[in-house]
């Protein structure tokens, strides 16, 4: 591949300014430790926990980190509305029962009852399908919101069922006493972290296992942003998947936390203690993609990447492109926040499940169509990750209507 393919020029000012300036929005949030003090975040204390963490067995057997002990879920299922064909949207809530690595997280762990609570929405049809999990961005965690970001009605009608969960402390995992505008996941609190990283693996797998139960016979990976770096992980520890898609991922945690030190100012408390970059990412090591070898085909791994991103520049994802050894990399000339030019790339991967013999294609009228499209929170031509900017401010500019109101399922299914 070209370099100038590598780079497109397809670039936008103005839509790398609205990254930008959402980011400086995003970051305080970022550097809020709560309720972990920043003076915490020492040379020493980051020093401690990479020794906790990054132990040598954790690289030679890479799943060690991941291993917990199975409890199989008892999913509630609420229904919240009729599909067409005999299919139903679905909302489905278990007990993540997850155990932290870090035996002093345990405590902290029981300020946040919220997010034991797992929670996903389930687009499925009247018989068993392939499934896609699509991965929320940071921030979101909202099934309006994220249902419109990734378009889930376009792989349901292609012939997916589609699964999109809430990671750890995102929309109403979020715990109820946090400050206002402190973002809980990923955050300058460190152990926090790496515990929601494997907290997200843990309650993906016990997701999919209930799934599987239920008939779901394979599962591809779709991931926007921090949910991208999530699907990579996974893809690292999960056999047999149909396919991973990463939209505009978050490939260096480190990166992200580092890039505009100057409204950061946990990161700066740490930089004076003595804390380095190379330090997080040493810390952050157990659960990078760049330290796991993908299980996935190489032919079924797709790489979106957006030429005026700003908030996971596209030179971030590069060298998870090169150690994925360079699978198909699809162009947008949008950026992170408004991702102009992402319907022609969701059509080239709808071809690419059809002549995968993965999905039979789409099954849309032009009615469909046009309800699909006027349901979600775009105009022509631009498609907003509401995700990034907050669904709180965005429901205020960009009123729809919500499902119907939820009627119970079956109650506990097991």
Request: hydrophobic share 40%.
């Amino acid at each position: 591949m070209t370099q100038s393919r590598l780079f497109p020029q397809q670039t936008s000012m103005p839509l790398a300014l609205l990254d930008t300036t959402v980011w400086k929005m995003l970051l305080p949030a970022m550097s809020r430790s709560w309720p972990t003090p920043p003076s915490y975040n020492t040379r020493g204390y980051v020093e401690f926990l990479t020794r906790g963490y990054n132990r040598p067995g954790f690289f030679s057997h890479p799943e060690s980190f991941f291993e917990l002990p199975f409890r199989a879920p008892k999913v509630e299922v609420t229904k919240v509305r009729d599909l067409p064909g005999g299919g139903e949207v679905v909302d489905l809530c278990f007990e993540s029962n997850y155990e932290p690595f870090f035996s002093e997280y345990s405590d902290h762990a029981s300020l946040y009852p919220e997010n034991q609570q797992v929670r996903a929405r389930w687009y499925r049809s009247s018989e068993p399908r392939k499934t896609m999990i699509a991965l929320h961005g940071l921030g979101s965690g909202h099934y309006h919101y994220d249902s419109a970001t990734f378009d889930a009605m376009r792989w349901w009608e292609a012939g997916l069922d589609v699964v999109l969960p809430i990671l750890p402390h995102h929309g109403s995992r979020r715990a109820a006493g946090a400050p206002k505008g402190a973002m809980l996941f990923p955050s300058s609190d460190l152990v926090r972290t790496n515990e929601s990283f494997r907290q997200a693996v843990w309650d993906i797998r016990n997701l999919i296992f209930w799934l599987e139960q239920h008939f779901v016979p394979s599962f591809g990976l779709m991931g926007l942003s921090l949910g991208g770096y999530v699907s990579a992980l996974l893809a690292s520890l999960l056999d047999g998947l149909e396919f991973v898609w990463l939209l505009c991922p978050a490939v260096s945690i480190s990166h992200v936390m580092w890039m505009d030190k100057q409204r950061n100012l946990t990161l700066q408390i740490a930089e004076r203690s003595g804390v380095t970059r190379d330090q997080l990412d040493a810390l952050f090591a157990v659960h990078s993609p760049l330290w796991r070898k993908c299980r996935v085909p190489p032919g079924r791994r797709h790489i979106i990447l957006a030429g005026s991103d700003r908030i996971t520049p596209a030179q971030q994802a590069l060298p998870l492109w090169d150690h994925w050894d360079r699978p198909d990399l699809h162009w947008i000339p949008g950026s992170h926040v408004a991702q102009v030019g992402r319907d022609r790339v969701y059509d080239d991967l709808e071809r690419w499940l059809k002549d995968a013999g993965i999905a039979p294609g789409s099954q849309r009228t032009r009615f469909s169509s046009l309800v699909r499209y006027f349901s979600m929170p775009s105009v022509p031509g631009l498609q907003i990750n509401v995700g990034e900017l907050g669904a709180q401010t965005v429901s205020r500019l960009i009123r729809r209507s919500e499902p119907p109101k939820a009627t119970k399922g079956k109650g506990l299914v097991g």
